[in-house]
T-cell receptor, first 114, second 114 residues
Framework: DGGITQSPKYLFRKEGQNVTLSCEQN?????MYWYRQDPGQGLRLIYY???????QKGDIAEGYSVSREKKESFPLTVTSAQKNPTAFYLC?????????????FGNGTRLTVT | GQQLNQSPQSMFIQEGEDVSMNCTSS?????WLWYKQEPGEGPVLLIA?????ELTSNGRLTAQFGITRKDSFLNISASIPSDVGIYFC??????????????FGSGTQLTVLP
């Protein structure tokens, strides 16, 4: 079955450490996205990539970094510069350039930084 | 950026009751999407609306694209326990743009009491 796999499901880190969240898709989608979800708020876009080796900042990119070396993979690094890193992180993918192609989401990674 | 106001924030209903929730915006959207998110999982697309005035059903769910293009409604009829979750609206100002332009509502948390 095609889909998006995020790992790990839960992640705990100490303040000051960088941490990388994995996102892999086998849907052959060109576009991939990272969102942050906080309680009582809508999803906020962190970074997105329309094609391999290219990515763009979203609305809340500060303190995050990404890479897109392969079509299937779009890892997100939460750096120590991110002031409030504890959140639920969602990865998504879609066919590029088409609004009629819905977002497919992974099951998320819950990051807790203490 | 654009904002969506989604209401109510939460609902507690008895099994068998009908449910209604809505999203409003101060600016025009040309696409409205409704997603459901179950605990610990990513959102799943329920209904997509692409035309003002459009009314679309998916089983017991019915969504409408407001005629002003500034609002959308989701109704669930004869609720059942598995309807529990968070329902999100999302709007795109373009009809054929990418998901980059999506704005998400803050969600309606639905609890169905037996």
């Amino acid at each position: 079955d095609g889909g998006i796999t995020q790992s790990p499901k839960y992640l705990f880190r100490k303040e000051g450490q960088n941490v990388t969240l994995s996102c892999e898709q086998n849907l052959n989608h060109d576009a991939m996205y990272w969102y942050r979800q906080d309680p009582g708020q809508g999803l906020r876009l962190i970074y997105y990539s329309q094609i391999v080796n290219d990515f763009q900042k979203g609305d809340i990119a500060e303190g995050y970094s990404v890479s897109r070396e392969k079509k299937e993979s779009f890892p997100l690094t939460v750096t120590s510069a991110q002031k409030n890193p504890t959140a639920f992180y969602l990865c998504a993918s879609s066919k590029a350039g088409s609004n009629n192609s819905p977002l497919h989401f992974g099951n998320g990674t819950r990051l807790t930084v203490t | 950026g654009q904002q969506l106001n989604q209401s109510p924030q939460s609902m507690f209903i008895q099994e068998g009751e009908d449910v209604s929730m809505n999203c409003t915006s101060s600016s025009i959207f040309n696409t409205w999407l409704w997603y459901k998110q179950e605990p610990g999982e990513g959102p799943v697309l329920l209904i997509a609306l692409y035309k003002a005035g459009e009314l679309t059903s998916n089983g017991r769910l019915t969504a409408q694209f407001g005629i002003t293009r500034k609002d959308s409604f989701l109704n669930i009829s004869a609720s059942i326990p598995s309807d529990v979750g968070i329902y999100f609206c999302a709007g795109n100002p373009r009809t054929s743009g990418s998901a980059r332009q999506l704005t998400f509502g803050s969600g309606t948390q639905l609890t169905v009491l037996p």
